[in-house]
T-cell receptor, first 112, second 113 residues
Framework: DAGITQSPRHKVTETGTPVTLRCHQTENHRYMYWYRQDPGHGLRLIHYSYGVKDTDKGEVSDGYSVSRSKTEDFLLTLESATSSQTSVYFC???????????FGPGTRLTVT | TQLLEQSPQFLSIQEGENLTVYCNSSSVFSSLQWYRQEPGEGPVLLVTVVTGGEVKKLKRLTFQFGDARKDSSLHITAAQTGDTGLYLCAGRLLQGGSEKLVFGKGTKLTVNP
């Protein structure tokens, strides 16, 4: 299995608070991605990274920011959490862009 | 507009039965991937198909990429309870000058003992 961990695995937070989710990989893959998975919508790309300090937006990036200061770490920040951001968040990595992705175990986030 | 349509959305069968799930689009993909996701876990890559008409086998699972690279199917022979999960297809395509990976919403398979 690809070495990808996510932390925390579960989090409950209140509306308006900042939240940061962490993804850590030990595979040295260039590309890293953040998705959210919701019933009826499937997996949707939030942001992705193609190298250290190189990031770009996905289809549902509003309300989210990311940072990648090291190859192995990709952080997702919700600056001011809203109830619509209650979801399961997955990090993924790949060697080639948009090809054969390996997913982390997910973080279940509840915003009350 | 959903670029990748998966069908059926839900499928419940008995152990030992055969089944086929489908992934369809009007778009042409450069490659297509299949993933399986179990409850509480992330999707796990099963296979990637690249060439139109390509067939790949993974034990009891057979994957086929359509000749026109617009659709794909997954056939499971003699299903087992361990095959239970959400099956996702994901296609890589060029759209609006940029490349993207689009996921279907999945087929939720339940194999009953």
């Amino acid at each position: 299995d690809a070495g990808i961990t996510q932390s925390p695995r579960h989090k409950v937070t209140e509306t308006g608070t900042p939240v940061t989710l962490r993804c850590h990989q030990t595979e040295n893959h260039r590309y890293m991605y953040w998705y959210r998975q919701d019933p009826g919508h499937g997996l949707r790309l939030i942001h992705y990274s193609y190298g250290v300090k190189d990031t770009d937006k996905g289809e549902v990036s509003d309300g989210y920011s990311v940072s990648r200061s090291k190859t192995e770490d990709f952080l997702l920040t919700l600056e001011s959490a809203t109830s619509s951001q209650t979801s399961v968040y997955f990090c993924a990595i790949s060697e080639s862009y948009n090809y054969e992705q390996y997913f982390g175990p997910g973080t279940r986030l509840t915003v009350t | 507009t959903q670029l990748l349509e998966q069908s059926p959305q839900f499928l419940s069968i008995q152990e030992g039965e055969n089944l086929t799930v489908y992934c369809n689009s009007s778009s042409v993909f450069s490659s297509l991937q299949w993933y399986r996701q179990e409850p509480g876990e992330g999707p796990v890559l099963l296979v990637t198909v690249v060439t139109g008409g390509e067939v790949k086998k993974l034990k009891r699972l057979t994957f086929q990429f359509g000749d026109a690279r617009k659709d794909s199917s997954l056939h499971i022979t003699a299903a087992q309870t361990g095959d239970t999960g959400l099956y996702l297809c994901a296609g890589r395509l060029l759209q609006g000058g940029s490349e993207k990976l689009v996921f279907g919403k999945g087929t939720k398979l339940t194999v009953n003992p």
